[in-house]
């Protein structure tokens, strides 16, 4: 259960009958003061005055819990399990509150879809509960001025509320008119998707699940391959060698953190031996980044790419425990593509694609070793359908259905509406057949194409109502708005995959008036009454979630009590089985298909546009998020805006240079974006990250940016009824205007620093390293009696997927400065990402490695500081005394890892995100520098732990926040004093080494070099 505050106990922040943000609203907890008016001050001999400018006011109470709270001890944390809901992968969490609040979000250890780990936008996961543009209460739409079409929404009671949704559901209902209701909701699994079918059916509406990301083509490819309607379970640890066409599974495709662990599950070197990877895109995407090799194929013809690789194997008979005569049938299909036909059309030598099919089957090797998969956003045109049979075709002929692609523990979007049936909604809208439509947590004025039309049908819809807690653009266009509790504050359950149910249970007290939406659907279905009333459960949503879980526990014949049943599956965070692959066998109906490139309306010739989702923003619904903001995108190490990607002989022929404002033109819409030249593209193409260009959605979202969206053709896919991302070229016409974009990183190249180095599998194996040289120091070194913490870092694991960053913000109350501090470089980041980009015959040139404080133990800052504000403590921590330093920011410039930040401004939590903040660590003030302390509050709780318990401190008592959410557990932190600590063990690993070692800084971060192959190499494992 959710513990409350008793009647007159003291709360998290504030006096004795304050609540949360009542707190927050009578500005700072602490009086500050000038920096100049307290030297002032402590030079007037005044210290009394200086003592009490900077102490607390009020005082507060210490009032007892005479009866505490359930599962609450005041200081000591308590956590919850729940399941994150920032996309469908509906990963694990565990939820860490302190005195009723929130403060810190982890992945569940026990879930086996993430396994501990979260991505970057289930860490900023925190920010959608505490986001300070929260709709506080129930609106209605107040008419101002009808002949002007003014209008806005006005607070109403939440009486007043629920019973204009009933009359007008009642209407439509008596009138005979129940198929004009349609209810329009995210793709929900388990118990709420029941319970919204229910209350469409009880109703007589219509209901759509609407994903923007649908991924359409998986079902119909694996329909006509295998006559399933299903998106397959993918094993990429399994996989010996992986081919992606257009996948961008380290971003955004299908679950993310459960591919990247998978990804780094195989990457992982074993006897001298390693999986490969080879990516085909026409751009150099994170996912691309990572690949072994990078093939730049022209902008929808990877599907030329995977039947071509079919045709060699099929004609040099490699194809593996597949019946001759579907050998046959599948020969005839790929007969026009050997590669030598297509290699023109796709740009990629016809001797790569062969090395690459005989690579990914080896019949010595084995059937099922090798996985393909495809089907990303970006890369999904008229043939997307297409390209996915294609994928299927591939992994079936290598023997990989049943072994890395499953068909059984399929995923649950396969549930999902199509963007067809979206289509049609706005037709019927727009025909005047729609008279009440309701959405819950839902954006299609933003996420459908402009073309389509929605924003202009909606206002043909009489009566729109809005399940919703942000005001984005399409709850702002609502007649009612009916706040809905955040996930985290919300009871529920989530089935992201076949066998995997995952709980959600309130972690802290709501913090508005908002409701759970599956009460107030139960509310307004008694409110109607009769049949409605008779067809839904009695008793509230969190009585029905139970009654769905009575059943489970049914089927699980299980011999405990329900109760105990319950308590398990809330502490696991729900209740997981093994699903066994099922066996697929090739339709029949597979002869009768074609393949095609993608069609692109507009000029011939002209540039191709190429929307790709954004890893931090999703599909825009993570835009809202300061953290996702902020932190610079991966790739191009840009934030707080859009940019439009181009090679830099299409700048050339464009007659633009990098920064400038460029108008780009379809037949379905224009825009205006600044121009960023990446010679990491295919020449010919325009790519445009989604995301932001948000009208409305809150101060972090709203006008900045673009969409791109609003540039496709909306005329959906053929055979999926999915959308075409991939579908127009555009017109790009430069303007006499700049608008350079924030970027934290000014070059990609390393100019020899050796900061992220790497090794050839080839002179690993034969141990041709060579060891670092010894340096002497005139300094005595450092004394470590009981502990010496340091931190190893794997750059053959780490894909700089930037979920290190975001955890390391919410543990560390790091600030968030915006974009105008981000032109002057004044980013407040304890870490950060940096990529280079180095090609050379090893293999990929990108390289990723994240850069924080290296805790030296001969540290250049300690000795410059007038104030011995940082010194070097008995544990190998280079610490920093916020109290004492004077911000002559002397450390900063003599850091050679630039990794020290200075407070230029005051920071600012907008309320409520000051509740968010973690107790643990100081908030800084202005004037005062500040850097990555190894979380230094977690190596104390590891200690007091370990002497609660009468035990010496344990290798894995202290995991710092960036090392915890890794999801290719890249960071790995220990005591260097235990020699059997896992710290310690990679330490000796030929490959590492310590950043600018030559500066005899001494680190306590030691880094692994990244491991690379030449291309064409055959795989590493065995």
């Known amino acids: 259960m959710v513990p409350e505050l008793p009647q007159g106990a003291p709360c998290a922040d504030g006096l004795p009958g304050m609540s949360l943000l009542d707190a927050g609203n009578n500005g700072p907890l602490v009086e500050r003061v000038g920096r100049r008016t307290f030297l002032k001050l402590l030079g007037a001999a005044a210290p009394a005055v200086a003592a009490s400018a900077c102490s607390p006011i009020p005082p507060e109470r210490i009032i007892p819990y005479v009866i505490p709270p359930e599962d609450e001890v005041p200081g000591v944390a308590t956590w919850y399990a729940t399941s994150c809901r920032e996309c469908p992968a509906g990963c694990g969490m565990a939820v860490r509150t302190l005195d009723g609040r929130a403060v810190k979000v982890e992945g569940n250890r026990d879930h086996p879809v993430n396994q501990g780990r979260l991505c970057i936008r289930g860490q900023a996961a925190l920010q959608g509960l505490y986001n300070p543009d929260r709709i506080r209460g129930a609106r209605r739409r107040e008419v101002m001025n009808a002949a002007a079409g003014q209008s806005r929404l006005t607070p109403v009671p939440w009486e007043d509320a629920l019973a204009a949704l009933t009359d007008r559901l009642r209407m439509a209902r008596q009138d005979g008119r129940a198929n004009r209701i349609v209810i329009v909701t995210p793709l929900l699994t388990a118990s709420l998707d029941r319970l919204f079918d229910a209350w469409a059916k009880a109703l007589g509406a219509r209901r759509l699940r609407y994903e923007p990301f649908a991924y359409e083509a998986f079902r119909a490819a694996s329909r006509i391959c295998f006559g399933r309607d299903g998106v397959p379970h993918y094993e990429l640890a399994r996989a010996d060698v992986l081919v992606s066409f257009g996948a961008d599974f380290l971003e955004t495709w299908l679950s993310t953190v459960e591919h990247s662990g998978g990804f780094a599950q195989a990457r992982r070197l074993r006897d001298g031996r390693k999986s490969r990877f080879i990516h085909v895109e026409p751009r150099l995407s994170l996912t691309a980044s990572n690949a072994d090799e990078w093939l730049a194929s022209r902008p929808g013809t990877e599907i030329l790419v995977a039947l071509a690789m079919v045709h060699v194997i099929l004609a040099e008979g490699r194809s593996q425990t597949i019946p001759a005569a579907e050998v046959t049938t599948i020969r005839n299909l790929v007969a026009p593509f050997a590669p030598d036909a297509v290699a023109g059309r796709t740009g990629i030598p016809a001797q790569t694609i062969t090395n690459l099919a005989r690579l990914f089957s080896d019949p010595q090797a084995g059937p099922g070793r090798s996985l393909a998969i495809g089907g990303g956003v970006a890369a999904s045109g008229s043939n997307a359908t297409g ?58 004025v933003f996420t459908l194409p402009g073309a389509l039309g929605f924003d202009a049908a909606l206002g043909r819809v009489p009566f729109v109502a809005s399940f919703s807690n942000a005001l984005d653009e399409t709850t702002a266009r609502a007649h009612l708005v009916l706040p809905t509790h955040s996930p985290l504050e919300s009871w529920g359950d989530v089935e992201p995959r076949a066998g995997v149910r995952g709980l959600m249970q309130p972690v802290m007290e709501p913090l508005f008036d908002s409701r759970h939406v599956g009460d107030m659907l139960l509310d307004v279905g008694r409110r109607l009454g009769g049949d409605v009333s008779a067809a839904l459960p009695s008793g509230d949503f969190y009585k029905y979630l139970g009654s769905q879980w009575q059943a489970l526990h049914s089927q699980a014949k299980s011999a405990a009590s329900f109760d105990d049943f319950w308590a398990e599956a809330l502490g696991r965070g729900g209740m997981w089985s093994a699903i066994a692959a099922e066996k697929v066998t090739l339709s029949a109906g597979i002869a009768a298909s074609s393949f095609v490139t993608a069609e692109l309306g507009g000029t011939a010739g002209a540039p191709v546009l190429m929307p790709y989702p954004s890893l931090h923003f999703y599909d825009g619904r993570g835009a809202n998020r300061s953290w996702l903001q902020e932190i610079p995108d991966p790739v191009t190490k840009a934030a707080w805006s859009s940019w439009a990607e181009v090679h830099p002989d299409t700048a050339k022929a464009l007659g633009a240079k990098d920064g400038l404002l460029v108008t780009v033109e379809s037949d379905h819409g224009k825009l205006d974006v600044p121009l960023l030249v990446n010679a990491h593209l295919t020449p010919g193409v325009v790519a445009i990250p989604i995301g932001q260009g948000h009208r409305e959605y809150g101060r972090y979202a709203a006008g900045r940016g673009v969409n791109p969206i609003v540039l496709i053709d909306p005329a959906p896919e053929a055979l999926s009824g999915g959308a075409r991302w991939l579908s127009v070229r555009v017109r790009v016409t430069p303007r006499a205007l700049r608008r350079p974009v924030p970027r934290l990183q000014a070059s990609e190249q390393q100019f020899d620093s050796g900061v992220a180095q790497v090794v050839s599998l080839a002179d690993l194996n034969a141990g041709r390293l060579e060891a670092p040289e010894p340096h002497r120091s005139l300094y005595a070194d450092h004394k470590h009696p009981a502990h010496r913490w340091g931190m190893a870092i794997d750059l053959d694991t780490c894909t ?36 280079f980009v180095e090609p050379s015959a090893e293999g990929s040139g990108t390289r990723f490695i994240p850069m924080l404080c290296q805790h030296c133990d001969h540290a250049p800052c300690e000795t410059v500081c007038p104030v011995y504000a940082t010194y070097h403590s008995d544990e190998g921590l280079n610490a920093q005394v916020y109290n004492r330093c004077v911000g002559t920011r002397y450390c900063g410039n003599n850091c050679p890892y630039r990794v020290r930040r200075f407070n230029w401004f005051e920071p600012d939590f907008p309320d409520p995100l000051h509740l968010q903040l973690n107790p643990d660590v100081t908030a800084r003030s202005v004037g005062v520098m500040e850097k990555c302390t190894f979380c230094v509050q977690r190596i104390q709780a590891g200690k007091r732990q370990a002497k609660d318990e009468n035990r010496p401190v344990k290798d894995g008592d202290v995991v710092p926040a960036c090392a915890q959410t890794c999801p290719g557990q890249a960071i790995v932190f220990g005591d260097l004093n235990d020699p059997q600590s896992r710290v310690s063990q990679l330490g000796k690993e030929a490959r590492g080494y310590h950043v600018f070692g030559e500066l005899n800084t001494r680190p306590a971060i030691m880094y692994l070099k990244k491991i690379v192959s030449p291309p064409g190499a055959g795989t590493n494992r065995t």
Not at 416 to 435: N, P, Q
Not at 801 to 817: G, Q, R, W
């Open 387 to 444: 390209t996915q049979v294609a994928v299927h075709l591939l992994n079936y002929v290598a023997g990989n259905v049943g072994t890395t692609a499953q068909f059984g523990p399929d995923a649950s979007y396969g549930r999902a509406s199509t963007y067809r049936d979206m289509a049609d909604l706005v037709a019927s809208m727009r025909a005047g057949e729609v008279e009440v439509l309701v959405t819950y947590e839902v954006n299609p």
């Open 800 to 835: 700089g997927c930037n979920a290190c960053v975001a955890a390391c913000y919410a543990e560390n109350n790091v600030p968030v400065v915006g974009a105008e501090a981000m032109y002057r470089n004044r980013t407040m980041a304890w870490l950060r990402i940096e990529r």
